[in-house]
Nanobody
Framework: QVQLVESGGGLVQAGGSLRLSCVAS??????MGWFRQAPGKDRDFVAR????????LYADSVKGRFTISRDNAKNTVYLQMNSLKPEDTAVYYC?????????WGSGYWGQGTQVTVSS
């Protein structure tokens, strides 16, 4: 059974930092990533990392503030979020095998973790 379990969300003031973690079990993905969904909005791509070479890709809105990384031995992907803004408030979802087919998407999702940034 494939599972993606996120942790690390919470409430933080603007300018603060949070680190999200996602542990994958049941299979090894060729890439993993993070998406986010704010209330009333679509789920948006945030970042992606390949599992073998560690190549990273970011949405323009988070470049320079967020860093995605992985620990292959632990089958875990992280999202370090710095200089957080109120507009970063969303439910953040971990995803496995993140691909681009007319838009970024995935067939494997975690349950989501809430990130709230207060002004």
């Amino acid at each position: 059974q494939v599972q993606l379990v996120e942790s690390g969300g919470g409430l933080v003031q603007a300018g603060g930092s949070l680190r999200l973690s996602c542990v994958a079990s049941g299979r090894t993905f060729s890439s993993m990533g993070w998406f986010r969904q704010a209330p009333g909005k679509d789920r948006d791509f945030v970042a992606r990392i390949t599992w073998n070479g560690g190549t990273t890709l970011y949405a323009d809105s988070v470049k320079g503030r967020f860093t995605i990384s992985r620990d292959n031995a632990k089958n875990t992907v992280y999202l370090q979020m710095n200089s957080l803004k109120p507009e970063d408030t969303a439910v953040y979802y971990c995803a496995g095998d993140v691909v681009f087919k007319g838009g970024w998407g995935s067939g494997y999702w975690g349950q989501g973790t809430q990130v709230t940034v207060s002004s």
